[in-house]
Every structure is written in structure tokens, then in C-alpha cells.
């Protein structure tokens, strides 16, 4: 069974900034696709970042375009996050997956049935 780890989560205030990690014990995320999507609290589950592997492709939802950068470290085997200009609609748990589908995240990289394996979320909190 692949689990992947999130970590990095936290209370920020708001302006501050964060960076998520995505590791995967004994599994190897070079050669897939990995999205990160965000729930909070008595919402729908919102794909926000996906790094492809092929082509080197990002992709952003609108939401956090200009704010996160997704980007990833093979040699550490690890997916990271980085979020700046935090602000309270932020507030979620993260997840980390990778995609089976696919190798670039150039085109509607945020479909959930695309995703085979996931973390189990890391909180993310901002407010003053």
C-alpha cells in the first residue's frame, strides 16, 4: 500500500508563509505526476498545484496562481509547496497524490479519479 506523508502544516498569521512537503516512504515519485488539493471545513476538495514529470509542467488554480509554487527535489524524493501572501480562505488540510494518468500537468491536471495514491493531510490555519 503507497501512503504518501505530508508535512509542514501550521498556524500562520496571515500575510506569513508556508511550505508544504510531500514525501512517499519506499515509493518513488520521480515518474508521476503529483497534485496537491486543499479541504476546508464543510467544503468540496479543491485541486490548487500539480508538478508533471515528462515536461517539467506546472499548473495553478486561480485561487493561489501568483502566491504558491509547487516544485520537486528527486534526489530527496519530495514534492514541496511553497505558499507566500497567506490569507484565512487558505485555511484547510492539504493533500499530496500522485497521478497515474497522466505525465504532464499542462491541460485540467485536478481531476480526483486521476489520483491513486494519497496522503492523509497536513492542517493548514491562518489567522491572527
Known amino acids: 500500500q503507497v501512503q504518501l506523508v505530508e508535512s509542514g502544516g501550521a498556524l500562520v498569521q496571515p500575510g506569513g508563509s508556508l511550505r508544504l512537503s510531500c514525501a512517499a516512504p519506499?515509493?518513488?515519485?520521480?515518474?508521476?505526476?503529483i497534485g496537491w488539493f486543499r479541504q476546508a471545513p464543510g467544503g468540496e476538495r479543491e485541486g490548487i498545484s500539480c508538478i508533471g514529470y515528462s515536461d517539467g509542467s506546472t499548473s495553478y488554480a486561480e485561487s493561489v496562481k501568483g502566491r504558491f509554487t509547487i516544485s520537486r527535489d528527486n534526489a530527496k524524493n519530495t514534492v514541496y509547496l511553497q505558499m507566500n501572501s497567506l490569507r484565512p480562505e487558505d485555511t484547510a488540510v492539504y493533500y499530496c497524490a500522485a497521478n497515474l494518468q497522466r505525465s504532464s500537468c499542462a491541460l485540467s491536471p485536478f481531476y480526483s479519479y486521476e489520483y491513486a495514491y494519497w496522503g492523509q493531510g497536513t492542517q493548514v490555519t491562518v489567522s491572527s
Open positions: 519506499g515509493f518513488t515519485l520521480d515518474y508521476y505526476a
